[in-house]
Each structure stands twice: as C-alpha cells, then as structure tokens.
C-alpha cells in the first residue's frame, strides 16, 4: 500500500532565508505527486503537481518540487519566503492502483518569523 | 464561480444527536470528495461520487455515517448519532474529472465539535 512520510512536522524559518519541506513517499508502481497548502480556516489549495515529464516542478508563489525516484522524493522548495507563506503544507499521492484515491501526508507547519 | 460551498462552518452538538454537513460543488465538475481532518488521523478520505454515483466509500469509518448525492449540485454528509471521537473538520472537494491531472477543489470546511 502507498503512504506518504513528512519528515518534519514544524518548519519554523526566517523571514526571506531558503526553505524545503520534505516527503518521501512509499510506492512501488507509478505515482503522482501533488503539494498542497492549507491557510488557517481554510481548505487545502494546489501549489503543484508532478504527472510525468520534467521532475522538477513549478507552482504557484514561488514555490518549486524535485521528484527524484530514485530516492522516492518529492521534497518542495522556496528561496526566499514571506510572512504570507505562513501555512500548513500537505504532500500527497495517488496511484492508479489505488483507484485514483489521494492519500496525504501528515502536514508541515511552516512558520516564517519576521 | 464561488468555488464549493459548505455548511455550515461551525457546527456544536451533543453526543446522540443527529449532525449534516452539506457541500454544493463547483458547477461542472463530475467528482465530489468527502474528507475528515482530524490531528490524531490526519486527512482522510471518506468516499467520493462520479455523476452522483458513490463509487468508493471504503474509508466511510463506520455505519453512523452516510453520504448522498441527490443531484450534481449538492451533497449531504450525516452522522447519526454523532459521538464526540466524529469531533474533526469536514471537508469537501470537487473535481471536473476523477483522474490524477484534475485538480481538487476544497471547500473551506464544516468544524465539527460534538460534546
């Protein structure tokens, strides 16, 4: 059965420093990969996606993915963040194995200090 | 489009009591997605509806729940009775297609607190 690891539940970060939140994923046919981000009171919004071509990924706010099979790695990136980016961040994925069922992670709070 | 719409955002009842959760999703999409979020059990998928067909409701947790779509522009979630481990954000998605290129759309979620 796929699962999806978040290492680190809590991300706390400085305002315009580097950051990456990382999953890793267990699967062992062809996946797709999604981040999602989760403001607070909010429902979860698509930042990107990887369905196949090109791995590394780019979404929206500035936010960018690397999917390394390899490591079964689908670690999400941003060089600089803001105040703004301040959220919840939820990896998830689906296999057709899994009848298209989108199985997430358990969250990374990122928190970004002025 | 007002993206999907669900209700009501907050919801207090006791232990016992009969709860439902609505969702109207966005206008054309085929797939409709219910979700529970709790902080023990993360996101959860509890069924979906293609054309207003429940095709999967294998992570329905027990027979106190059910869902129905009656049309492709509403949908109920209902618990009854609701015990107070059913505590959790609701969430429902919709999609224009069921396949993995489809985005979901979240509504912004029902929390529900059952005492």
């Known amino acids: 059965a796929q699962s999806v690891t978040q290492l680190d539940s809590q991300v706390p970060v400085f305002e315009e420093a580097p950051v990456e939140l990382r999953c890793n994923y267990s699967s062992s046919v062809s996946v797709y990969l999604f981040w999602y981000v989760q403001y607070p009171n909010q429902g979860l919004q698509l930042l990107l996606k990887y369905l196949s071509g090109s791995t590394l990924v780019k979404g929206i706010n500035g936010f960018e993915a690397e999917f390394n099979k390899s490591q079964t790695s689908f670690h999400l990136r941003k060089p600089s963040v803001h105040i703004s980016d301040t959220a919840e961040y939820f990896c998830?994925?689906?296999?057709?194995?899994?009848?298209?069922?989108?199985?997430f992670g358990a969250g990374t709070r990122l928190f970004v200090k002025a | 489009d007002a993206g999907v719409i669900q209700s009501p955002r907050h919801e207090v009842t006791e232990m016992g009591q009969e709860v439902t959760l609505r969702c109207k999703p966005i206008s054309g999409h085929d797939y409709l997605f219910w979700y529970r979020q709790t902080m023990m059990r993360g996101l959860e998928l509890l069924i979906y509806f293609n054309n207003n067909v429940p095709i999967d409701d294998s992570g329905m947790p027990e027979d106190r729940f059910s869902a129905k779509m009656p049309n492709a522009s509403f949908s109920t979630l209902k618990i009854q009775p609701s015990e107070p481990r059913d505590s959790a954000v609701y969430f429902c998605?919709?999609?224009?297609?069921?396949?993995?290129?489809?985005?979901?759309?979240f509504g912004p979620g029902t929390r529900l607190t059952v005492l």
């Open positions: 998605a919709s999609s224009l297609a069921g396949g993995p290129a489809d985005t979901q759309y």
């Open positions: 998830a994925v689906i296999t057709e194995t899994g009848g298209f069922k989108t199985i």
